[in-house]
């Protein structure tokens, strides 16, 4: 059983949706290494509307321009396993943003062989919170 209380480091990647790593999405590519590196747990959020570096603004509420739409990929771990992971992300990451902030864990538990992300196992809320257990 894996418990994370106390100070921990979230990493947040924002990269657009259409972005790619070898024919995947690379948001996916991201999740699956971070599972592989023996992370935590790892969400992804597709944004509705944003822009980056282009300044050009995508949203959902037009079709032409909701083809590339923001995706956030939240990892929170302990700031040890959290930037040893960076290496990672320097390698996969061409164009995007990648933040590192403080935070403090509450309450995670995950249980022996869940696939589950910060969501938790299927059938939970799946928010990436851990609310409601």
Do not use: K
């Not at 070898?22 to 290494?33: A, K, N």
């Not at 949203?59 to 959290?82: K, M, N, W």
Request: aromatic residues 4%; hydrophobic residues 40%; glycine residues 14%.
């Amino acid at each position: 059983m894996t418990r994370l209380t106390g100070p921990a480091l979230r990493l947040t990647v924002l990269v657009g949706e259409n972005d790619r790593r070898h024919h995947r999405p690379l948001y996916s590519e991201i999740v699956h290494r971070a599972r592989a590196a023996g992370l935590a747990g790892a969400s992804v959020f597709r944004g509705i509307e944003g822009f980056g570096a282009s300044s050009l603004v995508h949203t959902a509420r037009l079709l032409s321009l909701s083809e590339d739409l923001p995706v956030a990929v939240v990892i929170v771990d302990t700031e040890e396993r959290v930037r040893a992971f960076l290496p990672q992300l320097d390698e996969l990451v061409v164009e995007g943003l990648v933040v590192l902030d403080p935070c403090e864990v509450i309450r995670y538990v995950g249980r022996d062989g869940d696939s589950g992300g910060l969501g938790g196992p299927a059938g939970d809320a799946g928010d990436g919170t851990g609310a409601g257990r």
